[in-house]
T-cell receptor
């Protein structure tokens, strides 16, 4: 079984709709991250969380919100989706025991299309 | 602030030839460096990492990378390319950001490796 899972894997939605992407992990890591990948731009950090009560904005948080429901679950929401949020979204985790290295473990990604 | 530059958005090599993917970084503190690979329609998989131990790092699938502080580089190499190496490769850096090093990785824009038969 995968250690980091993301649902849905693919989603097509319309402009203005609210959408939630979910991430679950069985690695027991406290730290979780959301990135988006755009062709030619690599991955950019949206939000990250060190624990349930600690949420931090990343490089491109505008238009997004997150919820850390439990140590194992970290959700990303688009309150009102717009076409330029069409991208591949990745969830990642890292082990606090290796915090100074910040090696991250990635989920399979969610491909989101906003029409 | 830290940044990563990957030279060449696309690199094409013949099967059996040397693979060289370039990565240069900037960081105000000693960096930790990573190469990830993304196969089509899949997530990111760690190839190798530099964490200040040996400067020559060996990874999975025959890849290795050498950390050169004087050149601020961490180029990825493989002596002989296989068709199965065709993928997107990302170099990433982690350093002491506002979150004490845990505030996310900074990625390069990626290099698409094409293997010619």
């Amino acid at each position: 079984d995968a250690d980091v899972t993301q649902t849905p894997r693919n989603r097509i939605t319309k402009t203005g709709k609210r959408i939630m992407l979910e991430c679950s992990q069985t690695k027991g890591h406290d730290r979780m991250y959301w990135y988006r990948q755009d062709p030619g731009l690599g991955l950019r950090l949206i939000y990250y969380s060190f624990d349930v009560k600690d949420i931090n904005k990343g490089e491109i948080s505008d238009g997004y919100s997150v919820s850390r429901q439990a140590q194992a679950k970290f959700s990303l929401s688009l309150e009102s989706a717009i076409p330029n949020q069409t991208a591949l979204y990745f969830c990642a985790t890292s082990d606090p025991g290796l915090a100074r290295f910040n090696e991250q473990f990635f989920g399979p990604g969610t491909r989101l299309t906003v029409l | 602030a830290q940044s990563v530059t990957q030279l060449g958005s696309h690199v094409s090599v013949s099967e059996g030839a040397l693979v060289l993917l370039r990565c240069n970084y900037s960081s105000s503190v000693p960096p930790y460096l990573f190469w990830y690979v993304q196969y089509p329609n899949q997530g990111l998989q760690l190839l190798l990492k530099y964490t200040s131990a040996a400067t020559l790092v060996k990874g999975i699938n025959g890849f290795e990378a050498e950390f050169k502080k004087s050149e601020t580089s961490f180029h990825l190499t493989k002596p002989s390319a296989h068709m199965s190496d065709a993928a997107e490769y990302f170099c990433a850096v982690s350093g002491l950001g506002s979150g004490g090093g845990a505030d996310g990785l900074t990625f390069g824009k990626g290099t698409h490796l094409i293997i010619q038969p």
